[in-house]
T-cell receptor, first 111, second 113 residues
Framework: EDQVTQSPEALRLQEGESSSLNCSYT??????LFWYRQDPGKGPEFLFT???AGEEKEKERLKATLTKKESFLHITAPKPEDSATYLC????????????FGPGTRLSVLP | NAGVTQTPKFRVLKTGQSMTLLCAQD?????MYWYRQDPGMGLRLIHY???????AKGEVPDGYNVSRLKKQNFLLGLESAAPSQTSVYFC????????????FGQGTRLTVV
């Protein structure tokens, strides 16, 4: 069974204080690992796709990395507008039809 | 381009009532999904479809039915609503195949009293 866990459950940072979020997964036949951002009252918004171990993607203050068992979302010098819930998902299955999400990390960045 | 649109955005039902949630996408995506999101539980898959006329059960299918009569629409039905079905429901679609990201609707907040 495909499973995704995320840690920590919640994280509070001061503005400018860098940190990392973790996503650990167990899946047979990974087709892709995805990071999403979700703001309160809205649907998840796509950030990154990672396909293979060693891959890295960057966007502004965010950088996602992937190993064989986990992924990290590094946040460098965060700003209050980075406050959101960050969701990790894995895609698996013969046709990539299985899309399984982790519970998310709720990030608060204080000014 | 509207993307993924869910109807309605909010709904209050009485226990035992039925309703249908509509998801429409205009991106010609093959795969469509219905998730529910509860505090501390993340997104849990209810049902999904990999093409017009096909549906499959997800992690938490009990109490729900779905239909995909047209490629662009995916309907989620509650035949006899229960308070345990109070949740926020999200629809998602993706092009299909490996490595294609899912696009989400804005959600439907359902309360069953």
């Amino acid at each position: 069974e495909d499973q995704v866990t995320q840690s920590p459950e919640a994280l509070r940072l001061q503005e400018g204080e860098s940190s990392s979020l973790n996503c650990s997964y167990t899946v047979s036949g990974l087709r892709g690992l995805f990071w999403y951002r979700q703001d309160p009252g809205k649907g998840p918004e796509f950030l990154f796709t990672l396909y293979s171990a060693g891959e890295e993607k960057e966007k502004e203050r965010l950088k996602a990395t992937l190993t064989k068992k986990e992924s990290f979302l590094h946040i460098t010098a965060p700003k209050p507008e980075d406050s959101a819930t960050y969701l990790c998902a894995v895609q698996a299955g013969s046709y990539g039809q299985n899309f399984v999400f982790g519970p998310g990390t709720r990030l608060s960045v204080l000014p | 381009n509207a993307g993924v649109t869910q109807t309605p955005k909010f709904r209050v039902l009485k226990t035992g009532q039925s309703m249908t949630l509509l998801c429409a996408q205009d991106m010609n995506h093959e795969y469509m999904y219905w998730y529910r999101q509860d505090p501390g539980m993340g997104l849990r898959l209810i049902h999904y479809s990999v093409g017009e006329g096909t549906t499959a059960k997800g992690e938490v299918p009990d109490g729900y039915n779905v239909s995909r009569l047209k490629k662009q629409n995916f309907l989620l039905g509650l035949e006899s609503a229960a308070p345990s079905q109070t949740s926020v429901y999200f629809c998602a679609s993706l092009l299909g195949g490996a490595g294609t990201e899912a696009f989400f609707g804005q959600g439907t907040r359902l309360t069953v009293v």
